[in-house]
């Protein structure tokens, strides 16, 4: 009896650290670092949702890409904050029918979003790169959500679409990062592989050092004497017709659902 009742005390206290063991937190994607790539450029719940909040469509988090795995060669143009309002980069999209994508911060494009909304209608998607441009890693689910619902219900009211993707300022994202996404309807958070360099200049921060299918190229706001956006954005398309590349439309290979107003 006495061994019996030895044997259930020890059956019991192994159960009971192997509970404990698993109640540990544990590393999720992106935690503590931006995904592979993203380089430097790289809680408690908010308040109740709004008409631009929502999971996103599927369910989970939404997915991190800096590279789409695809056989088409194409490659795709972001463009970020929304500093650099160039109005021949505009008539640019409309020549040549780019499918560019835009990442806009509230905060940067100020009373600028009349040149945004001339883009949007000559092919260009509007997406969100958060109200206030903060580095959201280690920032609590509350602040991250406000900045980027904030954001998806700013671009609602004045364009009537909610962006599905989501770029986080300087490349940088946590776990909670991706909660908060989800939360206000994201599909997809994307990084890049190639940065257009002001001085229009192609840097890589993984993989072949040349444009491959499926990358994606982030273009930041250029300062001066840098050459306008209009311009560096031509050089990048010579490049890519020399390497037999074409600008492909980023939603269409990344989104998980169709357009919702798009």
């Known amino acids: 009896m006495r061994r019996r009742g030895a044997r259930a005390a020890l059956l019991a206290a192994a159960a009971l650290l192997t509970a404990l063991a698993g109640c540990g937190p544990s590393a999720g994607p992106g935690d503590g670092a931006a995904v592979r790539g993203a380089g430097e450029r790289g809680a408690e719940d908010g308040a109740g949702q709004s008409p631009g909040d929502g999971p996103a469509p599927g369910g989970g988090v939404p997915p991190v890409v800096d590279h789409v795995p695809t056989d088409d060669r194409v ?5 970020d904050d ?5 109005p021949r980069f505009i008539d640019l999209v409309r020549e ?7 990442f806009l911060t509230d905060s940067v494009v100020g009373p600028g ?9 000559v092919g260009a998607s509007l997406q969100n790169h ?3 441009h903060p580095a959201l890693r280690g920032l609590p689910y509350a602040g991250q959500r406000a900045e980027i619902c904030g954001q998806q219900r700013k671009l609602k009211e004045r364009f009537g ?3 599905h993707l989501f770029r986080p300022p300087h490349g940088t994202y ?3 990062t991706l909660r908060a996404a989800a939360d206000c309807g994201i599909a997809a958070v994307v990084l890049w592989r190639v940065t257009l360099e002001g001085d229009g200049h192609l840097a890589y921060t993984r993989g072949a050092h040349r444009l491959t299918p499926g990358d994606i190229v982030s273009v930041p706001s250029g300062g001066a004497p840098a050459p306008s956006l209009a311009e560096r ?12 590349l074409r600008v492909g439309r980023l939603e269409d290979y990344v989104r998980r659902t169709s357009p919702s107003g798009d």
Do not use: I, K, Q, W
Not at 75 to 79: G, K
Not at 82 to 86: F, V
Not at 96 to 102: E, H
């Open 113 to 121: 979003y009349a040149h945004f909304a001339r883009l949007r209608a």
């Open 174 to 176: 946590d776990t909670t």
């Open 75 to 79: 490659v795709f143009l972001t463009y």
């Open 82 to 86: 929304g500093a650099e309002r160039d």
């Open 233 to 244: 954005t031509t050089r990048l398309l010579d490049e890519l017709e020399e390497r037999g």
């Open 161 to 163: 679409v909610r962006p």
């Open 96 to 102: 040549r029918r780019l499918p560019v994508s835009m």
């Open 130 to 132: 958060t109200l206030d």
